[in-house]
């Protein structure tokens, strides 16, 4: 291939796309929520296709269970308990330097999400948590920009997407009013959860980011809902609910209200303590702080403290995970004796 055929010639010569939709695509800002097994996947295909800037929003680190259907992590950033922010960007930086990767180590809460969206032109939701796609089914409706919702548990999984407009659905029209995101829910820890489901729900999102960065008119309007071990695969029409409390009546539930200052992590023995306020940690005098009560070693990113009981690794901005708990009580109180914000 010569050196002035573009890098995109096959989504160039894609009737769907063509040179001005790529024009389009090129353009695009998208922030990424979680860099799951779903996030990271979305991630290396919007990468690739060209989009102009990717935010990879992720406040976890690595772990080895998680190689099993992350694709773009290895064993030695398992090892080192890379920030999965982190070690996402440094890998498709090296796919496509075009592309503008910003990744964010961060929570996503009522507190920060205004910051972490703002900027761009679609959310991909590849959370985790049900709690933070609520929220963002509200602050996407509040600012009026499209998200594409994905989840995935065992072999099953679901994708919508969330477009602005009085006349469109938003993911509370699909769930109803009765909906309890506090309500037990199985999770990846409990059911678990196979790598080609989570393939399927991240490449049917890239496929839809495509077409609405280049604002094609064949945006998918139904719901996904596919099982691999099962076999099937459906289309579920979602329609404006009047009376849905997010879309119909305007009323919000978690954004712009004071969120939880902790939460258990799904398929960890841990507690994330989020401090009442953002700041900036200098870790060489919180390690000097912490060593005579236990062993302390830190990156540019993260401290990690233990005294052969506790575990606690720390961000810059004060977040902290203390693992081997699952009490949020007890992981309120460690944090208060050891990091005291
Ligand atoms: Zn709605």
Redesign the pocket.
Same mark, same amino acid.
């Given at each position: 291939m010569s050196n002035n055929v573009s890098r995109y010639v096959r989504q160039e010569i894609f009737a769907g796309i063509g040179k001005e939709g790529q024009g389009k695509i090129s353009k695009g800002r998208v922030a990424i929520i979680e860099m799951s097994s779903i996030g990271a996947a979305v991630a290396n295909n919007l990468a690739r296709a060209g989009v102009g800037y990717l935010k990879l929003i992720d406040g976890d680190y690595i772990e080895m269970a998680e190689l099993q259907r992350q694709t773009l992590f290895t064993e030695e950033e398992a090892k080192n308990e890379t920030p999965r922010a982190v070690a996402a960007a440094q890998y498709l930086r090296g796919v496509n330097s075009e592309v503008v990767i910003d990744p964010v180590i961060s929570d996503v809460n009522s507190g920060t999400i205004d910051n972490l969206i703002e900027d761009v032109d679609l959310v991909i939701d590849a959370t985790d948590s049900m709690e933070v796609r609520l929220l963002l089914n509200e602050a996407c409706h509040h600012l009026k920009k499209p998200w594409i919702y994905g989840g995935t548990l065992a072999s099953s999984g679901m994708t919508m997407n969330v477009m602005p407009g009085d006349d469109e659905? !938003?993911l509370? @029209?699909f769930l109803g009013d009765e909906y309890d995101a506090g309500g037990e829910q199985p999770t990846c820890a409990t059911v678990g959860i196979l790598n080609s489901a989570a393939s399927i729900v991240a490449a049917l999102q890239s496929a839809e980011a495509l077409k609405i960065l280049s604002d094609s008119d064949a945006v998918r309007k139904d719901l996904v809902t596919f099982d691999v071990w099962e076999n099937y695969f459906d289309l579920v029409p979602v329609d404006k609910?009047p009376d @849905?409390p997010? !879309?119909?009546r305007q009323g919000y539930a978690f954004y712009g209200k004071v969120g939880s200052q902790t939460a258990t992590m799904c398929g960890k023995d841990s507690v994330q303590v989020i401090p009442k306020k953002e700041v900036e940690l200098d870790f060489e005098k919180y390690a000097e702080k912490l060593a005579s009560q236990g062993t302390v070693k830190y990156t540019k990113y993260t401290l990690d403290f233990s005294d052969g009981n506790i575990d606690i690794k720390l961000f810059k901005n004060g977040r902290a995970i203390i693992k081997h708990v699952s009490d949020e009580k007890r992981a309120k109180a460690v944090y208060a004796e050891y990091i005291g914000l």
């Open positions: 659905p !938003c509370r @029209c609910d @849905c997010v !879309c119909g």
